[in-house]
């Protein structure tokens, strides 16, 4: 096998992910970089180890190792996680593929087409996830979740109180909820005296 071929072939799919599909959507350059720079490292990896006797269980090994990583700098996503497991995963498949066949290059299309697809803006577009803190102890979950959906004007569809504070009066809840769509008219809600929230993320 020409690897000048299999090497072409990884660099157009991270290409595709890191550049046509995650940045315009994330807008992180120093992720997209990221991806490549992981992508390439494990494909350099992978293809040495594809020589050896026991290069697919290394291979194995690596994946699991990296997967464990996390990039400390700054917050990373659940969702850019995946694409730098993506990353991984397109390094290692073309990295330890003895030839370059329809098999490979159906599975570096499937891992790059099913990221396009379930991160796309179109799909749970309204689905939101935020962490407030509201300016009243609320030791009633029920009583929370109702000043909630009054501040936000939604349907919340999980709500968690990550801290009760008596002290200063606050409440730090996680709250999952389906924005209303836009141009709708929010609904009227009873005034709720001194339940504004602050939106911390």
Partial sequence: MNPFTIIAI???????????????????????????????????????????TVGAGLGLGLFGVLSIIRL???????????????????????????????TTAGLMTLVV???AIVDSPALLRRSREQTLVLDRAYPDEDEARLAVESLLSARVH?????NLDFV???TTVDVRYTARPSG??????????????QVTR
């Fill in 168 to 170: 200063s009066d606050t």
């Fill in 113 to 115: 087409g099913v990221l």
């Fill in 184 to 197: 709708s008219v929010p609904a009227v809600a009873e005034p709720l005296p001194e339940s504004i929230a």
């Fill in 10 to 52: 990884d660099l157009t799919a991270i290409a595709i992910l890191s550049f046509g599909v995650y940045y315009p959507r994330h807008r992180r350059r120093d992720l997209a970089v990221a991806f490549v720079g992981v992508n390439v490292g494990v494909l350099a990896v992978s293809m040495v180890l594809a020589d050896t």
């Fill in 72 to 102: 400390r700098s700054r917050e990373i996503e659940q969702s850019e996680m995946a694409y730098y497991l993506a990353a991984l995963a397109l390094g290692l498949v073309a990295g330890l593929s003895t030839s370059v066949t329809w």
């Fill in 158 to 162: 999980r709500l968690t109180v990550r």
